[in-house]
């Protein structure tokens, strides 16, 4: 399952484009126990592709950049 910033990064899309998607229907989500929204990979890859990574045509993992405000010190 992916949170609202792995799916944008998943697909190359901002975290506003991802959130327009869910609030007008298109992305179904769930809700874990902790209230954070879940997006379930295979309905995300329905509205959007996935990146590819050139000519193996692997997903490509991108990484994502935490705050350095967050990190511990």
């Known amino acids: ?3 609202i910033a ?3 990064a998943a697909v190359g899309r901002n975290k506003t484009a991802i959130l327009r998607a869910i609030e007008n229907g298109r992305i179904p989500v769930a809700k874990d126990e902790n209230g954070e929204v879940q997006i379930d990979p295979a309905e995300l890859h329905r509205i959007y592709p ?3 990574n050139g000519a193996k045509g692997d997903v490509t993992h991108v990484p994502l950049h935490q705050s350095p405000l967050l990190t511990p010190v």
């Open 50 to 52: 996935p990146l590819r």
């Open 1 to 3: 399952m992916y949170t």
């Open 6 to 8: 792995t799916a944008a």
